[in-house]
């Protein structure tokens, strides 16, 4: 029905940047706010940014300064821009998105799979 899709993880060393994206698909009528999570070995999911659909942004202390979100709405996509990341930055990132279908009046929480983010030191 719906499908949120995360690319862009991968290795990088400490001080490098990376950009996640993560696309929005299926019956789609609106998109509401959009987030990324992260969750790190042995702790839990915690709130990275999240961007409102008049693009109100909100960002964790810890990132605040390195990490931009963005969105593209006329693509269904939500993007994470990482700069100046530090080992403990090391995580699983999620891509969320609040969304109302075709199909349904009733806002929804959908998730996508995770992509893993390994920062070097």
């Known amino acids: 029905q719906v499908q949120l899709v995360e690319s862009g993880g991968g290795l990088v060393q400490n001080g490098g940047s990376l950009r996640l994206s993560c696309a929005a698909s299926?019956?789609?009528?609106?998109?509401?706010?959009m987030g990324w999570y992260r969750q790190a070995p042995g702790k839990q999911r915690e709130l990275v940014a999240s961007?409102?659909?008049?693009?109100?942004?909100n960002y964790a202390d810890s990132v605040k300064g390195r990490f931009t979100i963005s969105r593209d709405n006329t693509k269904n996509t939500v993007y994470l821009q990482m700069n100046s990341l530090k080992p403990e930055d090391t995580a699983v990132y999620y891509c969320?998105?609040?969304?109302?279908?075709?199909?349904?009046?009733?806002?929804?929480?959908?998730w996508g799979k995770g992509t893993l983010v390994t920062v070097s030191s």
């Open positions: 969320s998105a609040r969304i109302g279908t075709m199909t349904s009046s009733i806002n929804t929480d959908y």
């Open positions: 299926g019956s789609i009528f609106s998109i509401n706010a």
């Open positions: 961007i409102t659909s008049g693009g109100t942004t």
